[in-house]
């Protein structure tokens, strides 16, 4: 079992930043796979950016390159989501995932947290 627990959302103004971090815990192995994802209202939920707790692979979606980073903090057991020039349209509920490197879909989910950009 994997425990991930989301912190960092809020309300911000467009252009403005915010970072996001996802503490994980429990049974985590060294080629498990973190990763960001968040779902608007009315919208299916988007995969946002993904890493790998060793090594370099990131991953980013198409709308948010050049925009957010995707970090790592081994000895916090954290992952960590900067999000600068911040849309309206970044507005969604954000949610850390787990996935093994032989699973098909990410397995365990934190609870999400709420990120507002104003116009």
């Known amino acids: 079992q994997v425990r991930v627990v989301e912190s960092g959302g809020g309300l911000v103004q467009a252009g403005g930043s915010l970072r996001l971090s996802c503490a994980a815990s429990?049974?985590?192995?060294?080629?498990?796979?973190m990763g960001w994802f968040r779902q608007a209202p009315g919208k299916e939920r988007e995969f946002v950016a993904a890493?790998?707790?060793?090594?370099?692979?990131?991953y980013y979606a198409d709308s948010v390159k050049g925009r957010f980073t995707i970090s790592r903090d081994n000895a916090k057991n954290t992952v960590y989501l900067q999000m600068n020039s911040l849309k309206p349209e970044d507005t969604a509920v954000f949610y850390c995932?787990?996935?093994?490197?032989?699973?098909?879909?990410?397995?365990?989910w934190g609870q999400g947290t709420q990120v507002t950009v104003s116009s």
């Open positions: 429990g049974r985590i192995f060294s080629n498990d796979i």
């Open positions: 890493i790998n707790w060793y090594g370099s692979s990131t």
């Open positions: 995932a787990c996935r093994r490197v032989s699973a098909r879909d990410y397995e365990y």
